[in-house]
């Protein structure tokens, strides 16, 4: 059982990441309430943008931490 999943997008390219989020959250266990999405920061922000603005109907918020390098997606109960 597990509440929480982390996702490293690091070397990542922004469509690679998409599919990734996408693939995941279409698989994802029902469990799971929380993912930790970490993009970076310090190589540019293409990544960071594009996970701030996508959207998924699994996905109930997102809350941006304190840490710019990641994003926390709060998972919508089924």
């Known amino acids: 059982m597990s509440y929480f ?6 070397d990542h390219t922004v469509d690679s990441a998409r599919k990734l989020i996408t693939d995941t959250l279409k698989n994802l266990p029902l469990d799971v309430r929380e993912i930790n999405i970490i993009h970076g920061y310090r190589q540019g922000t293409s990544l960071r943008n594009m ?16 840490n710019q390098g990641s994003t926390i997606f ?4 089924p």
Not at 5 to 10: A, G, N, S, V, W
């Open 51 to 66: 996970i701030r603005n996508y959207s998924n109907s699994k996905i109930e918020r997102k809350i941006l931490g304190l």
């Open 74 to 77: 709060i998972i919508k109960k």
């Open 5 to 10: 999943m982390e996702i490293d997008l690091h």
